[in-house]
């Protein structure tokens, strides 16, 4: 049964960066594509973000992309989301999913595994 728990949210400036992590533990992480999501208050939960298993492959929602990065160390069990010249509407609940299977996908009920969340605010 995986386990994911993230960290790394907080306050930032809009235009700088941040860098959220989501560690695995309880099964072979290298065996689960995972997925960034985030949630804004009142708005449902949205893709932000996958990444297959082996690391091959990415996809990213369109608000996010060229600004956003997702990477991940199955040494470490871990998955990285770079965030850079974030903007107020980034601001949200950053959740980190896991499904067993080789690539990421995009709605939500496609995870089975799921983090508690970090939030992440973005002044202007």
């Known amino acids: 049964q995986l386990q994911l728990v993230e960290s790394g949210g907080g306050l930032v400036q809009a235009g700088n960066s941040l860098t959220l992590s989501c560690a695995g533990t309880?099964?072979?992480?290298?065996?689960?594509?995972l997925g960034w999501f985030r949630q804004a208050p009142g708005k449902e939960r949205e893709f932000v973000a996958a990444?297959?298993?082996?690391?091959?492959?990415?996809n990213y929602a369109a608000s996010v992309k060229g600004r956003f990065t997702v990477s991940r160390d199955n040494s470490k069990s871990t998955v990285i989301l770079q965030m850079n010249r974030l903007k107020p509407e980034d601001t949200a609940i950053y959740f980190c999913?896991?499904?067993?299977?080789?690539?990421?996908?995009?709605?939500?009920?496609?995870?089975?595994?799921w983090g508690q969340g970090t939030q992440v605010t973005v002044s202007s």
């Open positions: 990444i297959s298993r082996a690391g091959r492959v990415t």
């Open positions: 309880g099964g072979t992480f290298s065996d689960y594509a």
């Open positions: 999913a896991g499904r067993y299977t080789v690539t990421g996908a995009t709605p939500t009920r496609d995870y089975t595994y």
